[in-house]
């Protein structure tokens, strides 16, 4: 706890879908907890609210940034810098899914999800990288999915992605880590915020056919997540349920297949 409580005082965080339910939660609670933000989102309206925080931490500057694009992308790492030359701490938070067997995924939708999910995340550590490393320190957050473990039918891409950004991760871990730099990825259960009503094609899952109390709180995930990332943990299951299913993954990976098989309607 004291270690939470410290590691993140004066500590600058870029912090990318700040204004997502998962993403606000992080502002939230970082702040309070003394970090520096630099919030960005493709929509900056809910970010205001934190124009006026004053409190432990503060907030060096919010960005309007669309990380679906190469370009958008390159002009959204140009206006960190007006801010930072670069962060102690990266969390790339921005996420989108698509419900939908993949035939029926327009390819221009599931291209843009590789972009947002995978790529620009990819890009976002190829550009700092090189600082953190002459500096000798960094720490970078990258959230995956309980899709970034076991397969996730009803959103293919997706789950490519999140299986994507963990084994990134996992190489740029080791080839940093002589480095000071520390990688974490993050694998949350489904968690409840506007992700859940993602856009849908064709045949698709249903989340709200499921047991709501196995839903997520945002809080509560974060919560667990900030604690982990002070204690450099390395893979984060935030929650009882992504616990249980990385377990049952790994001692019954023909269980975990029906599981996903039932999820499609
Ligand atoms: N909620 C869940 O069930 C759940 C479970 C596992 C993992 N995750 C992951 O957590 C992360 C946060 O998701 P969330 O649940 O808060 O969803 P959310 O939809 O509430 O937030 C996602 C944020 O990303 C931003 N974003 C989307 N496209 C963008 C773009 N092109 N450029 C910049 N920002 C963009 C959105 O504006 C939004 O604020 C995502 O990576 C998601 O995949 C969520």
């Not at 880590?177 to 968690?191: C, E, L, N, Y």
Request: glycine share 10%.
């Amino acid at each position: 706890m004291l270690r939470t409580m410290h590691y993140y005082e004066g500590k600058t965080i870029l912090l990318t879908g700040a204004s997502g339910g998962l993403g606000s939660e992080f502002a939230t609670q970082l702040l309070d907890l003394g970090g520096e933000l630099i919030l960005a989102d493709v929509k900056l309206e809910s970010l205001s609210r934190f124009k006026t925080y004053s409190g432990k931490g503060k907030v060096l500057g919010t960005i309007a940034g669309d990380i679906g694009t190469k370009e958008g992308t390159e002009r959204f790492l140009a206006d960190v810098k007006k801010f930072t030359p670069c962060p102690d701490m990266i969390i790339n938070n921005a996420g989108i899914a698509q419900a939908g067997a993949f035939g029926d995924v327009p390819l221009d939708r599931w291209e843009k999800l590789m972009n947002i999910n995978l790529i620009s995340p990819m890009r976002i550590c190829h550009y700092f990288l090189p600082d953190m490393k002459a500096r000798g320190s960094g720490h970078i957050v990258n959230i995956s999915s309980v899709a970034g473990i076991v397969p996730l039918p009803g959103g293919a891409p997706y789950t490519a992605s999140k299986h994507g950004i963990k084994g990134f991760s996992d190489a740029i871990r080791e080839e940093y880590h002589k480095s000071g730099i520390f990688v974490s990825t993050v694998h949350p259960f489904f968690t409840r915020t506007a992700i859940l009503q993602s856009e849908r094609f064709g045949v698709n899952v249903d989340v709200s056919d499921y047991p709501q109390f196995l839903i997520e709180s945002p809080e509560n995930v974060i919560k667990e997540t900030i604690k982990a990332i002070a204690n450099k943990t390395d893979f984060i299951l935030p929650g009882p349920t992504s616990k249980v299913l990385d377990l049952a993954r790994r001692l019954t990976p023909g269980l975990m297949g029906l599981f996903s098989r039932g999820l499609l309607n």
